[in-house]
């Protein structure tokens, strides 16, 4: 008997410590599967929860013939489907057009209400000890907020073969038997979802896109530089004649009840003017992180005339395209506290970082 079949052993034995060292170990992956069905990062924890709660009530039904985290990947599927099939979502019917030759998607992430950024230290983790090149290119290609938005499209089912197969890499008999059809279904499904994926992503999105170079994070720091000096004749060199900006739903605030979205050169730094501006513009700090395999910038803000800590404003996420930002996709500042980042920095704090 290997070491792992003693620890199964124990594990279907009722051995709570075996039980949680064979399934603390496909935590993140699961996590990432889990947000890939979701797009919410908090429900993609809640479920892989939920996924380990339900193994520990059926490890008595595991069968050796399948692979511990194949069982554990059959539950996860099965637990998602479940919540998508008593969650009712919504996505809004407007569309922002986009010229034909556009690298952006037809309609912006936040298009997607529920949609939430992945930490890229987490997604690091995953790709480590997957130890393949192949493996860690294929998850930031799906793990892109572009992707990721428009897999939110397509109907549950579909969205689950086309992760089952072109993320995993099942066999359409694996994907079949977990989603109780025929291998036939799954083929079908496959092309319809292929197909209908096609039109929520960027047009010209055809190969795998490349890791952040060091031009891409010089690029990145003159924005934060920019934007903390509030210098807009700065920002319009670093920005793309046709960038794109989004705000998520917020509950209130410069941030209202429904996503929004704007685009132009022109339009976005007239949109962020008042900000910028004048008596009135905002002290700003700014951190480095990363989020879906892309650079993003933590925001605070304060008056400049009190002298008080800043206070999370919001994250944005990047889309560097030609040397320039061609997207930022702006999320409200709950998603901070999966990041690791502090919701408030003294008023003496380094101002970009």
Known sequence: MTEDSAV???AKAGDEAAFSSLVERHRRELRVHCYRMLGSYDEAEDQVQETFLRAWRKRETYQAKASFRAWLYRIATNACLDFLDATTRKLPTLDLPVTEDSDLAPRPAVAVPWLQPYPDHLLESVADKDG??????VARET???AFLAAIQHLPVRTRAVLILRDVLGWSAKEAASLLETTPASVNSALQRGR??????LPACRAEWRPAASADERALVRRYMTAVVECDEDALAELLREDVRCSHQAGAGGWMGPDPTWY???AEVLEGWAPALRG????DFAMRLTSAN????VASYIRWPSEDREFHAFALDVLSIMDGKVAEVVNFVPAVFPSFDLSMTLPAD???VA
């Open 195 to 200: 197909a209908e994926l096609k039109e929520h």
């Open 263 to 265: 685009g132009g050169l």
């Open 293 to 296: 395999g892309q650079p993003a």
């Open 132 to 137: 393949e090149p192949d493996a860690v290119a």
């Open 279 to 282: 008596a009135n513009a905002l």
């Open 143 to 145: 793990i892109e907020l």
């Open 349 to 351: 704090a380094e101002r």
């Open 8 to 10: 199964v052993a124990a």
